[in-house]
């Protein structure tokens, strides 16, 4: 669950409803295994992920997922091992550690 403000996705108008419907479009390997603990807290409807952090700024996530589901989707030549070794070499250049 978040700790900043979201807004729920029932409350959140059809531009933030729009942009996760983006997220049903991400590639199988990017879905979640949901916690039976958490399952309450943690399911969009409650602002459990960390993309509903954003929730605050539809146009943007809308964006964010839409790009991000073109990208990486399953119709195009490169494979997930190939992004992940893309995303890997990106990160390395950038310095970052994670």
Known sequence: MTWIKTIFLKDGGERLK?????????????GTTPIP???V????ENGGGITDSHSLIPEALYHAFSTHATLMGEDLPLNRKQHE???TVVSVANSCFY
């Open 41 to 44: 807290l943690a399911s969009p």
């Open 85 to 87: 070794m893309i995303a």
């Open 18 to 30: 729009e942009a996760f419907r983006w997220r049903s479009k991400m590639p199988r390997e990017y």
């Open 37 to 39: 603990s958490l399952a």
